[in-house]
């Protein structure tokens, strides 16, 4: 009777409404997501013998996936492509974003948000294909540079790889930068600026010592926002991309629907799925270090020229590791060995450094 009492209680609590409200759309992501997400890591301990189904438990589907140079290109392949995708996306979004918070008048920021979104009002089917005729042999770019005499033949490298596929992705998902950076701009206290501009500090000081930082939130949103649906994007790399542009989603399909190989298709999944987790925290553990060596060095440009000579030294160690460690205790080891190591490290760094100044 107590127990009984004292869960009514809770429900007629603050806590109880909100969990009472919140469930209906726990249960609603848990059916879509958690269960499809489930279903594939279970199939990926399984063996499928033409169209037979082996529900027997076993390892051989990530061994051959680690083992596998084929599969390790195409991984590696697809994080660096994301990776440029996201560069150039983010390096190309902040301006538009900056210049649409602080010198167009507040009346005219909708219009630029709502001109912005422009591009999801076609079929991101439809603007692939355009990006095709554009960047073809005999598209717009070559045909105009031709005519203005730049080049002497068409360029062969701006369609059917990898410069294709960025391209693409990064027109895609510019907008996605764009906004997030946008909202943490117009949440900038204006009157931060002003008391650095009369403490001396030029503009170009006043951004990088005060805007930078207090938009480094919105641009990690951005990174998240473009790096993980680009890694897993299979459209574009199958339209624009080539045999050059491939990335791990192609051979995902592959797997299932030409091999007939439905576990090995899960078994990459799911391998992708961590990989990208782990390098998300590698990568922003490594940023959060590399900002905090920076200040406490002096900040400046002598800390932020020891920062950066720490991370490209940490950089090419993880290559070396990664290039070296394969020949010596086998690829499978080698590649869980540096996962589990590099993630080990970032959860450390995340626990033990603090965010600073950057909010990161």
């Known amino acids: 009777m107590g127990q009984g009492a004292g869960i009514g209680k809770m429900m007629r609590s603050e806590a109880g409404k909100g969990l009472t409200l919140i469930s209906p759309t726990f249960v609603y992501a848990l059916l879509l997501l958690a269960a499809p997400l489930a279903m594939i890591l279970l199939l990926s301990f399984w063996t499928q013998d033409f169209l037979t189904i082996i529900r027997e438990f076993q390892l051989g589907n990530y ?24 560069l150039v996306t983010v390096v190309l979004a902040f301006p538009v974003a900056y210049y649409i918070s602080f010198h ?3 009346e005219r920021k909708s219009l630029w948000l709502f001109l912005i979104t422009i591009p999801f009002w076609t079929s991101y089917l439809i603007r692939v294909f355009l990006w095709r005729v554009i960047l073809a042999y005999d598209g717009p770019v070559n045909s105009g540079l031709l005519a203005l005499g730049v080049i002497d033949e068409p360029l062969g490298w701006i369609l059917y790889n990898a410069n294709s596929v960025v391209i693409t992705l990064a027109h895609a998902y510019a907008p ?20 650095a501009r009369d403490l001396g500090e030029s503009r170009a000081m006043a951004f990088l010592r005060v805007t930078l930082p207090l938009a480094m939130p919105g641009v990690l949103a951005a ?46 999944a799911v391998l992708a799925m961590l990989i990208v987790a782990m390098t998300l925290l590698w990568g922003i553990s490594r940023l959060r270090f ?29 290559r070396v590791v990664f290039s070296a460690a394969p020949g010596l205790v086998g690829p499978e080891a080698a590649i869980i060995g540096l996962l589990l190591i590099v993630s080990a490290a970032s959860a450390l760094i995340l626990a033990r450094v603090p965010k600073g100044r950057w909010g990161i």
């Not at 590696?76 to 492509?81: A, C, F, H, P």
């Not at 906004?179 to 949440?187: A, D, G, H, Q, T």
């Open 63 to 86: 061994q051959e996936a680690l083992s596998d140079p084929i599969y390790s290109a195409l991984m590696l392949r697809s994080l660096r492509i994301s990776a440029t995708v996201t």
């Open 290 to 318: 590399w900002l905090w060596l920076a200040d406490r060095m002096g900040g400046g440009l002598r800390g932020g020229a020891i920062a950066l000579g720490a991370a490209v030294a940490e950089i090419a160690l993880i």
């Open 104 to 106: 167009v008048r507040p």
């Open 176 to 195: 996605f930068a764009i906004l997030p950076i946008f909202v943490v701009l117009e949440k900038i206290d204006r009157s931060l600026l002003e008391a």
């Open 223 to 268: 990174v998240l926002i473009v790096f993980i649906p680009t890694v897993g994007d299979y459209v574009t790399p199958q339209l624009v991309g080539g045999s050059g542009g491939l990335m791990i989603a192609n051979n995902i399909h592959a797997q299932i629907f030409a091999f007939n190989n439905r576990p090995m298709g899960a078994t990459l």
